[in-house]
């Protein structure tokens, strides 16, 4: 138990569906971040949170949408997906932002399919 | 050059034997270092922590860092097939504000 949960684990969905992906993090962090995980690729940060405002956007296409509605919960919205985009998201807290030496702790992670 | 490189193996050892895992950086600015080990189809967890140069040991864990070389190290002593995953290096600090991670080895410790 990380403190991280993100549902679902597992999600398959076709190019023209639209689905999210849900974060809550137990540990009264600040920040709060998406990342994607493809096989032989260093994990890709692809949004960052601090105090439920975005504070880096890394060039990630408008087909992934995220909200952070509080600082316990994220959610990245994916819409009109391509099967380039199946890989494993990873949500991530951290007591603030990390320039200043705090860890990151990790969900166990949402297994993206698009077919 | 990328800013941090790290073999992605697989490393496949014997049970007992110790496991070396290494990482190196280009960007000098780095001041703290972190281990992370990933199991099949499980997020990373935080394995070892360390700021600036030195070891620091955890059990059977010792994470080794050399920033005049740009270098750092995660060793395993008496591994065990238990240890069998992905282990991925962090870091980050000075202008960096996001961790950098490598792409992780995948270690495998047979019995």
């Known amino acids: 138990e990380t403190g991280v949960t993100q549902t679902p684990r597992h999600l398959v969905m076709g190019m023209t569906n639209k689905k999210s992906l849900k974060c809550e993090q137990h540990?009264?962090?600040?920040?709060m971040y998406w990342y994607k995980q493809s096989a032989k690729k260093p994990l890709e940060l692809m949004f960052v949170?601090?105090?439920?405002?975005?504070?880096e956007n890394n060039s990630v296409p408008s087909r992934f949408s995220p909200e952070c509605p509080n600082s316990s919960h994220l959610f990245l919205h994916l819409h009109t997906l391509q099967p380039e985009d199946s890989a494993l998201y990873l949500c991530?807290?951290?007591?603030?932002?990390?320039?200043?030496?705090?860890?990151?702790?990790f969900g166990e992670g949402s297994w993206l399919t698009v077919v | 050059q990328k800013e941090v490189e790290q073999d992605p193996g697989p490393l496949s050892v014997p049970e007992g034997a110790i496991v070396s895992l290494n990482c190196t950086y280009s960007?000098?600015?780095?001041?703290?270092f972190m281990w992370y080990r990933q199991y099949s189809r499980k997020g990373p967890e935080l394995l070892m922590y360390?700021?600036?140069?030195g070891n620091k040991e955890d059990g059977r864990f010792t994470a080794q860092v050399d920033k005049s070389s740009k270098y750092i190290s995660l060793f395993i002593r008496d591994s065990q097939p238990s240890d069998s995953a992905t282990y991925l290096c962090?870091?980050?600090?000075?202008?960096?504000?996001?961790?950098?991670f490598g792409k992780g080895t995948k270690l495998s410790v047979k019995p």
């Open positions: 991530a807290s951290s007591q603030d932002l990390p320039g200043t030496g705090n860890t990151i702790y």
């Open positions: 540990l009264g962090h600040n920040a």
């Open positions: 949170y601090s105090l439920e405002e975005r504070v």
């Open positions: 960007n000098s600015a780095f001041q703290y």
């Open positions: 360390t700021y600036s140069s």
């Open positions: 962090a870091m980050g600090g000075g202008s960096q504000g996001n961790l950098i």
